[in-house]
């Protein structure tokens, strides 16, 4: 009776560890799961001074479960980095030239270590530049920017074309990354690029706009769609099929001429946008209207996936052992001494038992016969295609030929 009580009681305390180490498992698969997505937002917040619209942009970070959010028209004239409820960090930009604008991130408390620095390219654009540690060991971190920027609006740019060529020049300026590291923008652009139709195709735009625009492009449309065929950018809410209070970005209110009510309008006017290349990370990507903190706009959130990111990386490949079977081809020699020491290996084998082990014991006897006579192949870079022996001397002969041409100092090459 007490060994059988010992035994089920091992049994049992075995599986409870099994159970736990599957718990564990289950725990840290989790975890890396939700660490690998990366949620970004834009949001015109039309003021953020007030400590009580801080606290409710604070719960709408925790709300939306958000990493980064850049604020536009936050109305603050001075710099200020401070930390808001629930430990987020609240970095405002200030304002040199009025007070309308401004801009701002906040950053989740989870985020707040990935942050490397932060600069102020001018009052419209302003960016930070993050790194991401790999997930794998030897693999180099993903180092990435990430750009807020406020446009300036569609009938301000028609009327002084000016302001909006500087504005996207400073734009450019933010973008000056080097081509391996990631970036996103996102931003109020105060432009519409519509729907894409069929001609996209012709001209190779679906590179740049997904399926589900909204309304008709117009002169800021033009210049955001040049600007992201420039440095091959994609915009990202703009490729999921959803509905149209979470396609549209921006809410505006018209008198109608015939009943004279005010009826609203909605457009699509606040992008986030990735690389082209990046596609490929993006998860999802919609606006959200249930903010706790009053705005005209919605926040447009957008999710990557940043467990594929090993794709932006050449893998390495395994170094494969590969038999010199140029010198068995070419040499008569090799192949008498390959045949003879393949038979002497053969005739060695004791039999085996089962058809199974005789097949592996001579596989194993050429492979050995193989090694000692034929020889591997280097991992050398392949200076000849063949190993025949008249080809590789005439080859070495016109190499030495080169480098007595390239010797020669004198204008008489044909000594």
Not at 28 to 44: D, Y
Not at 284 to 303: C, E, F, M, N, P
Not at 349 to 360: G, Y
Request: charged share 20%; with cysteine; hydrophobic share 35%.
């Amino acid at each position: 009776m007490g060994v059988d009580t010992t035994t089920r009681s091992s049994d049992a305390s075995k599986k409870l560890a099994v159970l736990l180490i599957g718990i564990v498992l289950f725990g840290f698969c989790t975890f890396s799961s939700k660490v690998a997505h990366l949620h970004f937002a834009t949001w015109n917040v039309r003021g953020i001074s007030q400590e009580y619209s801080q606290h409710l942009a604070a719960d709408d970070c925790n709300r939306y479960n958000l990493d980064v959010i850049a604020l536009q028209e936050t109305k603050v004239s001075q710099h200020s980095d401070t930390v808001i409820p629930g430990n987020h960090r609240l970095l405002l930009f200030d304002q040199k030239l009025s007070r309308h604008g401004g801009l701002g991130f906040i950053i989740n408390r989870r985020f707040v270590s990935n942050v490397v620095s932060y600069h102020q390219v001018s009052d419209r654009v302003a960016y930070m530049d993050i790194s991401l540690p790999a997930k794998c060991r030897g693999k180099p971190p993903l180092k990435a920017r990430v750009i807020n920027f406020y446009s300036p609006t569609n009938a301000k740019s028609v009327q002084n074309p000016q302001i909006a060529d500087r504005f996207y020049c400073e734009l450019q300026e933010a973008a000056r990354i080097p081509a391996r590291h990631e970036f996103f923008i996102l931003g109020d652009f105060n432009a519409r690029l519509g729907k894409r139709t069929v001609s996209y195709y012709e001209s190779g735009l679906q590179n740049n706009i997904g399926r589900h625009g909204i309304g008709r492009r117009n002169e800021n449309g033009e210049r955001l769609l040049a600007f992201m065929i420039t440095n091959g950018l994609y915009a990202a809410n703009t490729a999921f099929p959803h509905a149209s209070r979470h396609t549209n970005t921006f809410t505006g209110w018209i008198k109608d001429r015939g009943s004279r009510k005010t009826i609203p309008w909605f457009s699509q006017i606040d992008y986030i946008l990735c690389r082209s290349r990046s596609t490929s990370l993006l998860v999802d990507a919609r606006s959200y209207a249930g903010a706790k903190l009053q705005s005209d706009h919605k926040i447009v959130k957008a999710t990557f996936d940043l467990s594929k990111r090993y794709k932006f990386y050449g893998t390495s490949r395994k170094s494969v052992k590969q038999y010199n079977t140029n010198s068995l081809v070419c040499s008569k020699e090799v192949q008498q001494s390959f045949q003879q020491n393949a038979a002497q290996k053969i005739e060695m084998n004791i039999p085996a038992q089962s058809v199974t082990d005789s097949f592996n014991e001579l596989f194993e006897a050429v492979k050995s016969a193989a090694s000692e006579t034929v020889g591997m192949k280097r991992n050398t870079a392949k200076r000849h295609r063949t190993s025949d022996p008249q080809v590789v001397s005439m080859s070495e002969k016109r190499h030495q030929l080169l480098q007595q041409l390239n010797d020669n100092k004198t204008r008489d090459r044909t000594n």
